[in-house]
């Protein structure tokens, strides 16, 4: 004997709307812009400190950086995850003396090989692990001759997978719809983003990497 069972085509948009409504749903909006506060100096230096001996001030968009009185550390600071893996990236448009930039968990320290040196203007990358848990600081150390200085701008540091960058969501959250400045992104390995779970976070791997400027929103749900 055959049996036959229908039921009606569900709607998506009306089960959310009763979940929402007998309080079992939950949305909330997740910004993934980077760590460092202010790596693009669109109008002043908030979130950066200047050690005494130099003078900073914002040009254009960009911090303009000089060793007046042998002052060398130029630095901000955010929190890291133990065993996360994280890359940093700054672009340099002008350089005198032998300058570089380091991260680590204290001013003008660097952890696990987490410092690229330079002399000449020029886009300048580093990956490194964090070791600990905490604050970290990035510190651009300016060349020790006075006189000295840099120009730099689009300062940013992202967690990655130790390829790509990626955005983890909070535990508890997966990912509904990703937004990059305002736009709404197409999920899929052949467009905007991919979902990962790794059977505890959910993750979003950008197909472009996020500059200092992307801002990205990521609505969640509770998962």
């Known amino acids: 004997m055959t049996v036959y069972i229908s039921a009606d085509a569900k709607n998506l948009r009306e089960e959310l709307a009763s979940l929402r409504n007998q309080g079992g749903y939950q949305e909330q909006q997740f910004y993934f812009d980077g ?10 230096l908030s979130g950066w400190t200047v050690s005494s001996g130099l003078s900073a001030t914002v ?17 901000s ?9 994280y890359h940093a990236e700054i672009v340099v448009s002008a350089n005198s003396g032998s300058s570089n930039f380091r991260i680590g968990t204290g001013v003008g ?14 886009t300048y990358q ?3 692990t964090a070791g600990a848990s905490g604050t970290f600081y990035l510190t651009l150390t300016v060349g020790g001759i006075t006189g000295n200085g840099m120009t730099i701008d689009n300062i940013s540091v992202f967690e990655t997978d130790g390829t ?3 955005h983890t969501m909070p535990k508890g959250w997966k990912p509904k719809d990703v937004f ?4 709404l992104q197409r999920e899929g390995a052949a467009h905007d983003y991919e979902v990962v779970y790794d059977g505890f976070d959910y993750v979003v791997k950008p197909t472009v990497a996020p500059s200092a400027t992307t801002q990205t929103c990521v609505i969640g749900v509770k998962a």
């Open 164 to 166: 790509n960058v990626i």
């Open 77 to 85: 600071s955010f929190s890291l995850t133990q065993g996360n893996k």
């Open 126 to 128: 580093l990956d490194f």
């Open 35 to 44: 760590l460092v506060t202010n790596g693009t100096f669109d109008s002043d």
């Open 109 to 122: 320290s660097e952890v696990n090989g987490a410092r690229v040196d330079f002399s000449v203007a020029g």
């Open 59 to 75: 040009v254009s968009g960009e911090a303009v950086i000089e060793n007046t009185s042998g002052g060398r550390n130029f630095y």
């Open 180 to 183: 990059e400045d305002g736009l």
